[in-house]
């Protein structure tokens, strides 16, 4: 049968397919974990306090890059070059969503626009992560191999989501709802159709790895592009709601080390 547990099973199941999984999730976390000290380094001087939960968030994104990287160690795996169709962070730069790398190797301050573009961006995209590591919680908590790091690696992408709500009501509270808003739905539309791309340049090459007959393939696409359907019409707005989080300031103490699986 076809579901998200029977697919993330046969990839957990599979050397090459592990391998091209964990070098994918590996590169993005590595990615973010650029683009966050980067940013920390530069923010402007009025919004010095995010500095320390901006390297936080980067130092983070860094960790989880660093467990995928061990993960695949330990069985034993080296990472593999990601196709460049499968680069989800890479894909939504090129898009012109967030801030530009060009722009983040500059040595020159950032303003408290770019600041708003980061958390605006940040917002849709920890969603997102958030989302697909629950879903991975929800079926491998319990798994001897992945267990561990899913369940880390989802609290703290729910801590960077609840980071950017915060963050980002501060803002609107002071006078930038409507810019922020603006961002916010930019890079929500923007962040659907990357998504749907990137999974389905993913599933195309596990699909060859896996040796999927075709008409499972088919579904499987399918489904990719009734997801994106469903986010186009609807399920966008629920990526650029602002709510107050249960738990406040998530990022305002150093990151939580992993030496389990440095
Ligand atoms: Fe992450
Ligand atoms: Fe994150």
Redesign the pocket.
């Known amino acids: 049968m076809l579901s998200a547990r029977s697919l993330f099973q046969e990839i957990l199941d599979d050397d090459e397919a592990y391998r091209l999984f964990c070098s994918i999730a590996a590169s993005g976390e590595s990615q ?1 974990g650029w683009e966050n000290a980067r940013i920390a380094a530069l923010v402007p001087q009025s919004l010095g306090r995010l500095a320390p939960r901006i390297v936080r ?1 980067g130092a ?2 860094d960790k989880h890059g660093r467990i995928f990287n061990a993960l695949l160690k330990r069985r034993g795996l080296r990472p593999v070059d990601v196709p460049p169709e499968t680069d989800y962070t890479m894909l939504l730069e090129r898009q012109g969503i967030g801030l530009a790398h060009t722009r983040l190797r500059r040595e020159e301050r950032l303003t408290e626009r770019d600041i708003m573009t980061y958390l605006a961006h940040s917002r849709v995209t ?1 969603q997102r ?1 958030s989302e697909q590591m629950r879903l991975l919680r929800r079926y491998f908590a319990d798994h001897p191999d992945i267990g561990r790091a899913v369940k880390m690696i989802s609290h ?2 729910d801590n ?1 989501l609840a980071y950017c709500h915060e963050e980002l009501l501060r803002l609107a509270r002071a006078g930038h709802g409507r810019t922020i808003q603006r961002i916010m739905r930019e890079c929500a539309l923007a962040e659907i159709s990357v998504y749907r791309d990137v999974s389905l340049a993913v599933m195309d090459h596990m699909g060859r790895l896996l040796r999927w007959p075709r008409p499972k393939a088919a579904a499987l696409a399918a489904g990719i592009h009734a997801i994106h359907t469903y986010e186009r019409l609807f399920g966008w707005r629920r990526m650029v709601s602002l709510e107050t989080p249960r738990h406040r300031d998530p990022l305002g103490s150093p990151a939580v080390p992993e030496p389990e699986y440095a």
């Open positions: 973010g968030h983070d994104e920890e992560a703290d992408e960077h």
